[in-house]
């Protein structure tokens, strides 16, 4: 934040009409709105009004890799759900697998069919959430109406009623299969080192079925949605295809053998941003490939790929910079594993011009096609008749040590990582989240967006939501991406007198020094 701690200086010691002429230079977009966390974005503008740095922070930090040392191994599950109230069972199946691997233990075909299950379920109603909730009111309401129609109510009075109650009942449903089955919806009890908690009977699958085929139909619907209200309006379209929401980076993804998307288990792909392959991995092996670089201004790090190296916020093939979430999976595919995701994926890269897709915005179509192939893989995993086994846990036997899980979340691809003592106590954790994979091209997607979109000094309420829908495109989750900084935490703190002065200041910086002033 070197840039913006030497203007911030110039406004505590400069004078009042040096103050005026920063503020007037400064806007700042505090909080950020319709993501999971906090956030905020701070635009520089020259002293032309164009946009000369946008910096997109974040702000908290939650260090969840320290809170897991000391604790047995076995907890995992339960205390990485608690990260996040929307990314839980993601949490939760990466830290099961890990533990797998930790116990060097193979989960029976039951087992994992029911992991997979649940996990279809979610990243079903999680994308549902993210269209109609998060990201849908951008275009189904627009991205310049008024702040106070931008959210579900505002997408129902432009959709109907009936739409409304339809997703909302969906929703419902599919997420009571993760209650069935994995004992709780927002932090679930079903994943043990080799395998879950308890069987699924006849009778819930029978439940479960019917809910799938329903889910199908509605991924269907929901893909329709998108067909009418964003693909039909030439304005949305150009606005997800200009260059103010593009990115030319590399593409990270779990895949089966064949190269098309496994949200639950493969192998990790990462493509170039020509879409030739890169690299393909296995989990354990996933420090080979990934690496963090720090900034001073967020407590994010930033992901970048070790081979290539860290060559600054740029794109190309020269930085090592990547994305994870629903775009970055179907451009480091070779396909999909259903047939109308499938039908869906080639009608995207067909009217877009081939693959790999480049523009930001084209996750949200992305994200529906996921939905659909989420929505199908859970139809088929209920049809199993494997499904009811009752075998569903293999007891560890083995000493336990270290072991590398990974899933892809529904904003990208997820690591978990421990190593434990003899005694399966956790010595270290490494959690590498989707948002911190994603953490690097969002800075630049905000930023892009604000030079593609504010010049001369002319700002609106609703240049600032498009600017905002650079990242929550993306749908981050902040809760989950903010972990431990080397050193201290970084601190300022003003004391200020009763007619607004700042009477004194501590600067505590990241190498632990303090600074008062």
């Not at 009571?176 to 080799?194: A, S």
């Amino acid at each position: 934040m070197s840039e913006e701690m030497t203007t911030q200086e110039a406004w505590h010691k400069g004078s009042l009409g040096a103050k005026a002429a920063y503020a007037r230079r400064r806007i700042t977009v505090d909080p950020i709105t319709r993501l999971e966390g906090h956030g905020k974005i701070d635009i520089f503008l020259d002293e032309a009004g164009d946009v000369e740095r946008a910096y997109f922070q974040v702000p908290e930090l939650r260090g969840f890799e320290k809170f897991a040392e000391g604790r047995p191994a076995e907890d995992m599950p339960q205390i990485t759900s608690r990260i996040c109230g929307v990314c839980a069972t993601a949490h939760h199946m990466a830290a099961t697998k890990a533990l797998d691997a930790v116990y060097t233990v193979e989960p029976p075909p039951a087992a994992k069919k029911i992991r997979e299950l649940v996990y279809s379920a979610f990243m079903a109603e999680d994308h549902a959430l993210h269209f109609y909730f998060l990201g849908g009111p951008d275009f189904v309401v627009g991205p310049e109406a008024p702040a106070a129609q931008r959210n579900i109510l505002g997408v129902i009075g432009v959709v109907g009623e009936e739409v409304g109650k339809r997703v909302i009942t969906m929703r419902r449903r599919i997420r009571e299969i993760i209650t069935m089955v994995g004992g709780k919806v927002i932090h679930p009890v079903l994943g043990l080192p080799g395998g879950v908690a308890k069987r699924i009977t006849a009778e819930q699958q029978t439940e479960i079925k019917a809910t799938a085929a329903d889910a199908v139909d509605f991924a269907r619907f929901t893909l329709d949605v998108f067909r009418s209200v964003v693909l039909a309006n030439k304005a949305y379209v150009d606005l997800i295809v200009s260059d103010a929401f593009t990115h030319r980076t590399y593409y990270m993804g779990l895949m089966d053998e064949k190269n098309r998307p496994n949200f639950y288990d493969g192998t990790v792909r990462v493509v170039t941003p020509e879409g030739a392959e890169f690299a393909n991995f296995a989990a354990a092996d996933y420090l080979d490939f990934v690496a963090e670089h720090v900034e001073p201004w967020s407590y994010v790090k930033f992901c970048y790929l070790k081979p290539v190296g860290w060559h600054g916020f740029t794109d190309g093939a020269e930085s090592g910079i990547y994305s994870v979430a629903p775009l970055a999976r179907l451009n480091a595919a070779d396909g999909m594993s259903t047939p109308l995701a499938q039908e869906a994926y080639e009608e995207m890269y067909s009217t877009l011009g081939g693959k790999p897709v480049h523009h930001t915005l084209a996750n949200h179509w992305a994200r529906v096609i996921e939905l659909l192939n989420a929505a199908e893989r859970l139809k088929e995993l209920a049809d199993d008749p494997e499904l009811i086994d009752p075998n569903v846990r293999t007891l560890p036997s083995e000493t336990p040590r270290e072991g590398v899980g990974v899933v892809e979340a529904p904003r990208g691809t997820l690591f978990h990582h421990y190593v434990t003592d003899s005694r399966g106590i956790i010595e270290r954790a490494n959690l590498i989240v989707a948002t911190q994979n994603n953490s690097a091209r969002m800075a630049m997607s905000v930023e892009k967006a604000a030079k593609g979109l504010i010049s001369k000094g002319v700002v609106s309420d609703g240049m600032l939501n498009k600017v905002e829908m650079a990242f929550r495109a993306y749908d981050p989750c902040h809760a989950c991406a903010t972990h431990s900084l080397p050193g201290s935490m970084p601190l300022l703190v003003e004391v200020h007198g009763t007619g607004g002065e700042t009477l004194s200041r501590l600067r505590r910086d990241s190498d632990g020094s303090l600074h008062r002033e």
